[in-house]
Every structure is written in C-alpha cells, then in structure tokens.
Nanobody
Framework: VQLVESGGALVQAGGSLRLSCAAS????????MGWYRQAPGKQREFFIS????????NVGESAKGRFSIFRDDAKNTMYLQMNSLKPDDTAVYYC???????????WGQGTQVTVSS
C-alpha cells in the first residue's frame, strides 16, 4: 500500500489549498481515509476523515468550519480542501488509510503547508 500526498505549499493567510492523497496497492472502497497534521513543536493530531461511501465524516476540532474532505474513487484519490487559511494551520499534513473492519493503518509521507501572515 502506498499513499502519496501532494499539494502542500507556501500560501498567504486567507488563501486556499487543496491537498491530494493518491492511494495504490489497496482496495479503495471499504476504507476509512483521512488526515492528521503536525504543527511545529506539537504532537500529531487527528484532523478529519471519511468513510469510502462518504456517509461518515469525522471532523477534528481544528478542522471545523474551513476544511472539507472528499474522495474520487475513480482516481483512488482523497482530497483535503483548505480555505481561509491561517498561520496556525502551518503544519505537515499526513494522509492515512485503513480498512473499516480493522487492520493496519497506512500513512503517507506528509506534505508541508506553510501559511504566512
């Protein structure tokens, strides 16, 4: 299983970004996929996730209001839409995937998002 994130960048406060997480080597359906983030000097925190059918979306406290998650099963890709970015959103964003019935959790390598004030 391989998860590859992309889309991280340096952006000004108030801007938007869309992160992508492309999955390979796994069955895309029947999974939970989501994002964690790790800000400088802080622990990695859960951010947002969704089931493969999109019916169950869990949103962490930091992700409420300005972020959304969606998946394109045809492309085996998950996205994180980030709007109205703030300097506090500066972090490395990691995508993950796991089966809804349990098993190992797979991680991507992370993508850096830096928001300048």
């Amino acid at each position: 299983v391989q998860l590859v994130e992309s889309g991280g960048a340096l952006v000004q406060a108030g801007g938007s970004l869309r992160l992508s997480c492309a999955a390979s080597g796994m069955t895309f359906s029947g999974t939970v996929m989501g994002w964690y983030r790790q800000a400088p000097g802080k622990q990695r925190e859960f951010f947002i996730s969704t089931t493969s059918d999109g019916r169950r979306v869990n949103v962490g406290e930091s992700a409420k209001g300005r972020f959304s998650i969606f998946r394109d099963d045809a492309k085996n890709t998950m996205y994180l839409q980030m709007n109205s970015l703030k300097p506090d959103d500066t972090a490395v964003y990691y995508c993950y995937a796991e089966s809804v019935v349990g098993g190992p959790r797979y991680w991507g390598q992370g993508t850096q998002v830096t928001v300048s004030s």
